[in-house]
């Protein structure tokens, strides 16, 4: 088996209608994920994220550049690629047609299930997603959540090697997320491989190991979400109520941003009581937490635009 799961090299897309002006959507995207890693890719709207996904599933060419699955080219070997990996599309939907039991028996049948071990399987992944009550009704009467939930399970009871999920949570309730979580994490310790897109940071922080920021379709950092934590210069945030224009009092603590009428400071514990003696006397109330990723990310994605523009 090669050693790594995929293995994607200086990947463009440029997107080029008749008609239409082209959109360069990835301008030379490099990454790798380990067999058995959970990796998420994170990044603002049109980031360039869904496209990078559709090339290494072998739903997309790509303008240059490759990329491959476990050794094997995604554009010029596709029909080796998919049976090795399975997706979850951005905004996909079961078919209405069917119920959710029949959809993911008969997916794991056409992928060359036998009949009792697609039927085990069915079984198993609609009990992970919590679908057994509506398993035998069709998807056209089921809620949003449930459709996603559905199209979640079909793609997690193939157990393939490497499973490609595009937000795959959206729309979902906070126990059919870490429904979601926790089938992953089992699935990568039996030994799958995962990457996800999702715009949930606790998400990313929860269920994966290593992340990458895209922005503007090339990569702006990658590292583990402590990792990206620790670049914003501090574990924990201070918000200071009414301080938006009191930065000045407070920049020898660390960095300060103005948010929502308030001023937040990232510092370290060492300097905490130091900066609380100053709210105090300056009178303001002041709330303190750790560092998110949403906070880390806000950070390096607001840096990058800034100089930009
Ligand atoms: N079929 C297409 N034709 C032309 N342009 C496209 C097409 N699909 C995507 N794009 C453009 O390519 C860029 C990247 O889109 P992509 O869907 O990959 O972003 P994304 O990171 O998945 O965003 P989101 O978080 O909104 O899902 C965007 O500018 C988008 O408008
Ligand atoms: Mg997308």
Redesign the pocket.
């Known amino acids: 088996m090669a050693d790594l799961a995929l293995r994607a090299e200086n990947v463009r897309k440029v ?1 080029d ?1 008749r008609g ?1 002006p082209p ?1 360069t ?1 990835l301008q030379g995207v490099s990454l790798v994920v380990r067999p058995g890693e959970r990796v998420a890719l994170l ?10 996904l559709k090339i290494a599933a072998t739903l997309l060419a790509p303008t240059s550049g490759s990329v491959e699955v476990f050794g094997v080219d995604v554009d010029r070997r596709p029909e080796e690629v998919r049976p090795l990996i399975a997706v979850v599309p ?1 905004e996909g939907k079961p078919f209405f047609h069917l119920t959710p039991r029949e959809q993911v028996y008969t997916y794991l049948l056409a992928r060359g299930f036998a009949r009792a071990e697609a039927k085990r399987r069915t079984d198993d992944a609609l009990a992970q997603m919590a679908l057994e009550e509506v398993a035998d009704r069709l998807s056209v009467t089921l809620s949003g959540g449930q459709r996603q939930r559905t199209m979640v399970a079909t793609v997690i009871a193939t157990e393939a090697p490497l499973l490609f999920l595009d ?1 795959p949570t959206i729309g979902m309730d906070p126990f059919a997320r870490r429904a979601v979580w926790a089938s992953l994490r089992t699935l990568s310790k039996k030994g799958s491989t995962i990457l996800l ?1 999702t ?1 949930y940071l606790d998400e990313a922080e929860a269920l994966s190991d290593r992340l990458y920021i ?1 922005e503007h ?1 090339k990569v702006l950092v990658d590292g583990t979400a402590q990792s990206l934590k620790r670049d914003t210069g501090g574990s924990l945030r201070v918000s200071i109520a009414g301080g938006a224009g009191l930065s000045g009092s407070f920049a020898s603590f660390g960095r300060t941003f103005p948010e929502a009428g308030a001023l937040d400071v990232i510092t370290t514990p060492e300097r905490l009581p130091e900066l609380l003696a100053v709210a105090v006397r300056l009178g303001l109330s002041t709330t303190v937490g750790p560092v998110t990723l949403e906070e880390a990310f806000l950070r390096v994605v607001g840096r990058s635009i800034d100089e930009d523009t």
């Not at 990044?43 to 990078?52: L, M, S, V």
């Open positions: 997107y209608r239409a959109t959507a990044g603002r709207n049109g980031a360039g994220k869904t496209t990078f951005q937000e897109t715009h895209i379709g």
